[in-house]
């Protein structure tokens, strides 16, 4: 299903830490950090979105958002370092 949550802030860089699943935690929610590589460069990781889409899944106990691409990212409210 495909869904966009909006008003989210990062809550946790690695929720499965020491181990990394590629996922970071917005508000509780997994989410596939495989198109926010590009976003580190803009912002700290304690940023927030305007809102961010994807498809929704369950895996292993957790519900995840899958972003699509880049595009699925709305725009970063960087909160200062």
Known sequence: MLVQVAGVAI??????DPDDFDEFEVDGLRVD???????DNLC???STFADIAGVLTYSFGNS?????DE???GQPQCVPY
Not at 11 to 16: E, G, K, R, S
Not at 33 to 39: A, G, K, T, V
């Open 44 to 46: 700290p990781l304690t």
């Open 11 to 16: 809550t946790t860089v690695n929720p499965d």
């Open 64 to 68: 995840k958002l899958g972003p699509r």
């Open 33 to 39: 950090d495989l198109f926010f590589e590009p976003l």
């Open 71 to 73: 595009a699925d990212f």
